[in-house]
């Protein structure tokens, strides 16, 4: 930091620093397996995302956009915790399990779908009465 001469700091382009590069190796160490795997993760994510889309179905196109968000968890996590960031990987983690699961029940039982939609009208109901 810099002192604008009247004794208050200010930022300067170096004093800016982002990720905790002294966490990287240690990461990498801890994760060997899992760091040597992460091109397969890339790969699928990419096959899965970059395609041409042909489905016009409702569900599809919400476990599809799901999957995108999915994937930006996944890689948000990966981040965190290669920075040493483990407690907003786990934030993250937490949701994106939900998710997943929340997908997988959706795949396995299409006709709940109508239901799983609706609950956005009555999350937006229960808003209403708290903000009342």
Do not use: C
């Amino acid at each position: 930091m810099l002192n604008d001469g009247q004794n208050k700091p200010r930022w300067t382009d170096a004093d800016v620093h982002i990720g905790s590069p002294e966490q990287w190796e240690p990461f990498v160490k801890r994760n060997e397996r899992f760091v040597q795997r992460m091109p397969n993760f890339v790969a699928a994510f990419e096959a899965l995302l970059n395609r041409q889309w042909t489905s016009d179905q409702p569900l599809d196109r919400v476990v599809f956009i799901a999957g995108h968000l999915t994937v930006d968890d996944y890689m948000e996590i990966f981040t965190l915790a290669g920075n040493g960031e483990g407690y907003g990987a786990e934030k993250l983690l937490r949701s994106m399990f939900e998710r997943v699961v929340t997908l997988k029940y959706l795949h396995a039982h299409p006709d709940e779908f109508d239901r799983y939609m609706n609950y956005y009208w009555i999350h937006q109901h229960k808003l209403l009465n708290a903000v009342e």
